[in-house]
């Protein structure tokens, strides 16, 4: 079998909207838009994004929106709005929208590492 033949393609995020953004991404590294494309092979492309803080919100959601983690200790869940995430790691809440976005199996982690931000 074949390796596959990767390209690089560098996304502008300036004026675009965040989740038609991130869909656009994942479309790119799973290969969804080549003629081979396969389920199980992963011969997706590699994604860089520029421009992100530039990116468009829509709606509420920098309010609204809450994230949260917990370390299973009682007492210890933390929130966090979207805005709070944001102003600190931009990065991190597209990171975490496309990962989510993916299929849940073992090609997950090997297609989120073809994703690079810059902010």
Not at 7 to 23: E, N, P, S
Not at 40 to 67: C, E, P, Q, S
Not at 88 to 112: E, G, K, S, W
């Amino acid at each position: 079998m074949q390796a596959p033949e990767r390209q690089q393609h560098t996304i502008d995020a300036d004026g675009k909207t965040f989740g038609r953004l991130a869909t656009s991404i994942v479309l790119l590294l799973r290969g969804k838009q080549k003629p081979t494309f396969t389920p199980h092979i992963d011969a997706g492309d590699f994604v860089h994004v520029v421009n992100l803080r530039a990116v468009r919100w829509t709606g509420k959601k920098m309010t609204d929106k809450k994230y949260y983690r917990s370390s299973s200790y009682p007492g210890n869940l933390k929130t966090q709005t979207l805005r709070e995430r944001w102003e600190r790691h931009p990065d991190d809440v597209l990171r975490d929208a496309v990962y989510n976005m993916l299929p849940v199996n073992r090609l997950r982690a090997q297609i989120i590492k073809r994703l690079r931000v810059d902010f």
